[in-house]
């Protein structure tokens, strides 16, 4: 009887350091392997990433007061229908940075930039055809603009989210571009009418699509 009690105690004995050895060797192997890169969570965001954020509200905030004033000023069909598509464009980007920017700790502006600002003056003075025209050239230049801004972002942004949002949106932005250049007969970096105080109104009239 005892030494089948003894025979136990030393089987128990020895399984116990070969739990103990293969334990240390484990670690040991583990401290020795390669360190895996760190996976980057997706609320993670470098600059690029923020300052997007924030140029991205900005613009999207005065484009949609844009839009809107237009759809208060103007008759002409084609400039109508180009507010309604922009401000869909922005409002879909706005409900996108709503839900990603509080994950990044980012606080969006309520209120567009001073530069935007001074352009929405400009067009509280403008009526007629010269509203009209100066909508649509304006169109043209804010979507140069947002193409910039988002191409640098899908180029070199590292939040996930924020690429997809600028993936989705730069074939509209094209899109609107591409309308805007039409009915503007638009050519790369000509400033074919000028709206400041002492501009002359302009006679031409927006084609209707």
């Not at 759809?71 to 922009?86: I, T």
């Not at 989210?161 to 309308?179: C, E, R, Y």
Request: proline share 5%.
């Amino acid at each position: 009887m005892f030494r089948k009690y003894f025979i136990v105690a030393i089987s128990a004995i020895v399984g116990l350091c070969f739990a103990i050895g293969g334990s240390f060797f484990s670690q040991a192997n583990a401290q020795q392997s390669p360190r895996l890169l760190p996976i980057v969570p997706a609320n993670q965001a470098n600059a690029v990433d923020i300052a997007f954020v924030n140029e991205a509200a900005q613009f999207g905030l005065a484009n949609i007061m844009l839009g809107q004033e237009a759809l208060r000023k103007s008759q002409n069909q084609a400039v109508r229908q180009f507010a309604q598509a922009e401000i869909a464009e922005q409002e879909n980007n706005k409900q996108q940075l709503t839900r990603i920017a509080p994950r990044l700790r980012v606080t969006l502006p309520t209120a567009p930039g001073a530069k935007y600002q001074a352009i929405m003056q400009r067009f509280s003075q403008l009526s007629g055809t010269q509203f009209d025209n100066a909508y649509l050239d304006e169109g043209v230049n804010a979507h140069l603009e947002a193409a910039s801004l988002f191409q640098r972002e899908a180029a070199f942004g590292r939040n996930p989210s924020l690429i997809a949002l600028v993936n989705q949106g730069l074939p509209i932005i094209n899109q609107h571009f591409t309308t805007a250049s039409r009915l503007t007969n638009y050519r790369f970096a000509q400033v074919p009418r000028r709206y400041n105080e002492a501009a002359v109104p302009s006679t031409t009239t927006p084609r209707a699509q």
